[in-house]
């Protein structure tokens, strides 16, 4: 499995995260790893390797920044008041980490997860 996650040790990513767990509730996502251990609890499967990655690196102005976390289908599902209040927090958190510019990029850094589990053979 290849998981391409925001790095959530970024404070500003880390307070989006935030705003984003109030709207997935129990919904199955890579950054709770009940995927791995499932994976490890089950005795047909074994781990080869996990490993992190450098990522890849999204960019752009804030409205691009806001407009990707709102793409989420989380968020892209509520209602149209609903999002714009969540968008308002987003833009609230890029103001409080003094990166809400219209005129410079902000990144967005991801790193790569890589979890190579085989099929364990019995007798």
Not at 45 to 72: A, K, N, W
Not at 118 to 123: A, D, I, S, T
Request: hydrophobic letters at 35%; glycine letters at 4%.
């Amino acid at each position: 499995m290849v998981w391409n996650n925001k790095d959530w040790k970024v404070p500003w990513i880390k307070d989006m995260e935030e705003i984003l767990t109030r709207y997935y509730g129990d919904t199955p996502r890579a950054v709770s790893y009940q995927w791995k251990t499932a994976i490890e609890n089950c005795s047909q499967f074994r781990c080869v390797r996990h490993s992190f990655l450098p990522g890849t690196q999204l960019q752009g102005r804030s409205e691009d920044v806001i407009g990707h976390f709102s793409s989420i289908s989380v968020i892209a599902s509520l209602e149209k008041e609903e999002k714009k209040l969540v968008q308002g927090e987003m833009k609230r958190v890029l103001d409080k980490h003094g990166i809400m510019s219209d005129t410079e990029d902000i990144v967005i850094p991801f790193h790569t997860e890589l979890y190579v589990a085989e099929k364990v053979h019995c007798c």
